[in-house]
């Protein structure tokens, strides 16, 4: 099979041929369809979030079709199933017994720990799969991680109004439909002088759209943090009312800047999101369909995906870059 791999953090991936995998106890081998091309992916290879091993097959937002089943699998041959960030998790630890298994200390994640969907084929653990409806699995792909993640950070400010999205690209311009759908007003911060991410948003039904240095019309009672921008963090508390909530939503972010206790005074919460739970998927892929989440995509063929990471890492992208093998 071919796949795209990461050699050497700070260089370009390499295509090469491998051996089809075959699948252990527990696991399922998928033809992929798709994988989309997410932030995360660009932290390991330029090393911010350091690849536990190397070689590597980066990609965690997959949509594939079950071509094999290990050991103790039950399944169907055939089947279209998703694939995200989180691989596996022990199932017993405190986090794991109490709904948290996001936060599992021997969780493994997809594209990182494990090989993931930048190839023709994949291995996922079964009991991690997450099943999908049939349709374009280029337009199914971005709900695997901008889709779960952002509904994740979403959901702990699902009853405010108006919400802000802070950086408006893969996952904000997904939440923002799943916003809408739900009677929500929010309202949408882009880089200085992104015209094209202003009008983008604004078409998406946000109530404003404007720059991260701009105040919005009004007080916000929640607020998302999308970009890995740490010197948003303050701007963003400044832009909340007095008990507003503010979501990080990334798993990497510059360095925060010292700022006044002013800010995050008045009952003004800070959270961060990590990875996601098997419950997250449920829930989104129960409300996405109805929306229906639609994202704006970007068809690339697996080899150019150099040129796929190049072009998030500009900021280039509107929407989603998907790989097709």
């Known amino acids: 099979m071919r796949a795209m791999v990461l050699t050497e953090v700070g260089r370009p991936l390499v295509l090469r041929e491998l051996p089809v995998p075959e699948p252990g106890p527990g696991e399922v081998l998928l033809r992929v369809e798709a994988c989309a091309v997410c932030r995360t992916d660009l932290h390991i290879a330029d090393g911010e ?36 960030w989180l691989a596996s998790a022990c199932g017993a630890c ?10 599992c200390p021997e969780a493994r994640f997809t594209g990182y720990h494990r090989d993931g969907g930048y190839a023709e084929y994949t291995l996922a653990r079964a009991a991690f799969t997450h099943p999908l409806p049939e349709g374009d699995p ?22 405010r109004d108006p919400i802000g999205f802070y950086g408006f690209g893969a996952a904000a311009h997904l939440l923002a439909q799943v916003a809408r759908y739900e009677g929500k007003r929010f309202y949408a911060f882009v880089r200085p002088g992104d015209e094209a991410a202003k009008a983008f948003a604004e078409a998406l039904g946000a109530a404003w759209a404007g720059y991260s240095d701009e105040e919005p019309p009004e007080p916000l009672e929640g607020a998302i943090i999308f970009a890995p921008v740490g010197a948003l963090v303050p701007k963003a508390l400044k832009d909340l009312e007095p008990g507003g909530v503010l979501v990080l939503g990334g798993i990497y972010m510059s ?30 892929l129960e409300v996405a369909p109805k929306v229906p989440v639609v994202p704006e995509v970007e068809r690339l063929p697996l080899e150019v995906a150099n040129e796929a990471l190049e072009a998030l890492r500009q900021g280039r992208l509107r929407g989603s870059a998907v790989l097709v093998p």
């Open 255 to 284: 360095p925060i800047p010292s700022m006044p206790y002013a800010l995050l005074w008045q009952e003004r919460q800070i959270r961060s999101v990590a990875n996601l739970t098997r419950e997250d998927a449920r829930l989104f």
């Open 49 to 84: 979030l350091p690849p536990p091993r190397l070689p590597l097959v980066l990609g965690h937002q997959v949509v594939g079709r079950v071509v094999a089943l290990g050991e103790g699998v039950e399944g169907r041959l055939g089947a279209r199933v998703g694939v995200g």
């Open 138 to 159: 280029v337009r199914l792909a971005p709900w695997m991680c901008a889709g779960l993640i952002g509904f994740r950070s979403y959901r702990f400010v699902r009853d």
């Open 94 to 103: 405190k986090f794991c017994r109490r709904g948290e298994e996001n936060l």
